[in-house]
């Protein structure tokens, strides 16, 4: 009898040992305090996502003092820390408030076709720039004018201790170390495959936009790619420089 009972209490707090905190709470619009559905929400420290259901509602893993990212197309993105106070009583109201988006002139320039092959195939432009798939998307994308490989990518950054991709990875290596987490994580990797504005990423690695853009471009990515992939993409660009990178530097 005493040893089933004893049996009890370590499989007991063995499955408190395992057990993760949760939070939950409802997004709304600040406005009017209408619940928003499929807002982004991430939580930065331990990398895992989730979004809202049809009434605002979210759950996702969390502890005291992780922070919260939320992020949804037209509202301003927040991020929100988790207290000791929201584990205990839950059901937060999380209020996000829209931003006014004026939509930009766009001038599209068509190409007069002749008729003539020889002619219309000098008048339609012409991309060199190779493609390249990624692993779980039927799509490819543009990687650079020429074809990427890891001596070329990242080999100035071994001779110029001032290189951008060794200021932004070398100083950086615990946020570089979410690369992988997020690839892993098949919440996070459905999130950016649905968003474009890089804000997730920024928060989640703790860089500037104009940084991506330069490590993409060390990294022989084309402008093209850099204009039309999603983040899913640009992480997935990204996380192979760096692992480039880290062979190099040893």
């Not at 996000?96 to 190409?111: D, F, K, N, R, Y």
């Not at 992988?180 to 860089?207: C, F, G, H, P, S």
């Not at 490590?215 to 790619?225: A, G, W």
């Amino acid at each position: 009898m005493k040893k089933n009972f004893l049996l009890l209490i370590l499989l007991f707090f063995g499955y408190c040992g395992f057990a993760q905190d949760m939070v939950n709470g409802v997004v709304m619009n600040a406005a009017d305090d209408r619940p928003i559905e499929r807002v982004h929400i991430v939580n930065l420290n331990q990398v895992k996502g989730t979004i809202t259901n049809e009434e605002g509602e979210f759950e996702l893993q969390a502890t005291v003092n992780d922070t919260l990212y939320f992020s949804y197309l037209g509202f301003r993105s927040i991020k929100v820390r988790v207290t000791n106070d929201w584990l205990k009583y839950g059901n937060v109201k999380v209020k996000m408030t829209e931003l006014g988006i004026a939509l930009e002139e766009v001038v599209l320039s068509p190409v007069t076709l002749t008729g003539y092959l020889e002619i219309d195939a000098k008048n339609i432009p012409i991309y060199e720039n190779y493609r390249y798939s990624i692993s779980g998307l039927n799509t490819g994308y543009e990687g650079g004018d020429n074809s990427p490989n890891a001596v070329t990518r990242v080999l100035g950054s071994i001779f110029n201790p001032a290189d951008v991709l060794h200021n932004i990875f070398g100083k950086r290596p615990k946020q570089m170390l979410k690369l992988r987490q997020m690839k892993e994580e098949d919440e996070i990797r459905k999130l950016l495959q649905n968003k474009y504005d890089r804000e997730t990423l920024t928060a989640i690695l703790q860089v500037e936009k104009s940084e991506i853009n330069e490590i993409l471009l060390r990294c022989n990515y084309s402008k093209d790619f850099m204009k039309t992939a999603n983040d899913l993409q640009i992480l997935d660009a990204i996380s192979g420089c760096y692992e480039e990178f880290k062979v190099l530097q040893r």
